[in-house]
């Protein structure tokens, strides 16, 4: 199992970003995928997660209205847009792809950097 985040960088603040997460490995239409991030000195936290078909999305408060996931499950990959960026939204953002405590797979994160 293979989860490649891709994307990150450095915009000014109200700016967007486009991730990616490339998965392999395992049969990516069949798993709900979430995004998360983690802030120097913060624990990690969900950002959003999607279902299977790409119907459903749940966000947290803070990326309602900004964020979008989606995902291809013809290439097997997730996606997080991420506009009117603020500095606070700066962090490592990593995918997720979780059934159970045996089938937890993170990918090695992509940083996001959101300058004031």
């Known amino acids: 199992v293979q989860l490649v985040e891709s994307g990150g960088g450095l915009v000014q603040s109200g700016g967007s970003l486009r991730l990616s997460c490339a998965a392999s490995?395992?049969?990516?239409?069949?798993?709900?995928m979430k995004w998360y991030r983690q802030a120097p000195g913060k624990e990690r936290e969900l950002v959003a997660s999607?279902?299977?078909?790409?119907?459903?999305?749940y966000y947290v408060d803070f990326a309602k209205g900004r964020f979008t996931a989606s995902r291809d499950n013809a290439k097997n990959t997730v996606y997080l847009q991420m506009n009117s960026l603020k500095p606070e939204d700066t962090a490592v953002y990593y995918c997720?792809?979780?059934?159970?405590?045996?089938?937890?797979?993170w990918g090695q994160g992509t940083q996001v950097t959101v300058s004031s």
């Open positions: 997720n792809a979780r059934q159970n405590s045996k089938f937890d797979y």
């Open positions: 490995g395992f049969a990516f239409s069949s798993y709900v």
């Open positions: 999607i279902g299977i078909t790409g119907r459903s999305v």
